[in-house]
C-alpha cells in the first residue's frame, strides 16, 4: 500500500520561506516521478513542480520559477519543495504527489492524473 504524507506547511509573512517535506512509501522510486500541486479555494488545482526520481531532472511552473527548487534525498526517499520570496498568492493547500507519468517537459502536469496523493499541508502567506 503506498502512502504520501507531506509535512512543513505554515503561516509565513510576504517574502519569507518555507520547506515542504514528503514521505513516501510502498513504492519503487526509480520507477517515479514526484511532484507537488496546490490548489486555493476558488481556484484550479496548479501543477507547481516536479522531478523525476531517478534522473533528478526538474520542471517548474512559470509562477515559481526561480523561487522554488524541488529536490529529493535519495538515502532517505525524501522529497522537498523550499519556497523563498513567498508571495500571497502562493497561499493554497499544497500536495504531494507520485506518478509514472514523467516529469520532463511539464508532461507530469499535462497528461493525466498522479497516482498517488498526499494529505496536504496548508501553506499560508500574508502580506
Known amino acids: 500500500q503506498v502512502q504520501v504524507v507531506e509535512s512543513g506547511g505554515g503561516m509565513v509573512q510576504a517574502g519569507g520561506s518555507l520547506r515542504l517535506s514528503c514521505t513516501a512509501s510502498g513504492l519503487t522510486f526509480d520507477d517515479y516521478a514526484m511532484g507537488w500541486f496546490r490548489q486555493a479555494p476558488g481556484k484550479e488545482r496548479e501543477g507547481v513542480s516536479c522531478?523525476?526520481?531517478?534522473?533528478?531532472?526538474?520542471y517548474y511552473a512559470d509562477s515559481v520559477k526561480g523561487r522554488f527548487t524541488i529536490s529529493r534525498d535519495y538515502a532517505k526517499n525524501t522529497l522537498y519543495l523550499q519556497m523563498n520570496s513567498l508571495k500571497p498568492d502562493d497561499t493554497a493547500m499544497y500536495y504531494c504527489t507520485a506518478s509514472l507519468l514523467s516529469c520532463s517537459g511539464g508532461y507530469y502536469f499535462s497528461h493525466g492524473e498522479a497516482a498517488y496523493w498526499g494529505q496536504g499541508t496548508q501553506v499560508t502567506v500574508s502580506s
Open positions: 522531478i523525476n526520481w531517478s534522473a533528478g531532472s526538474t
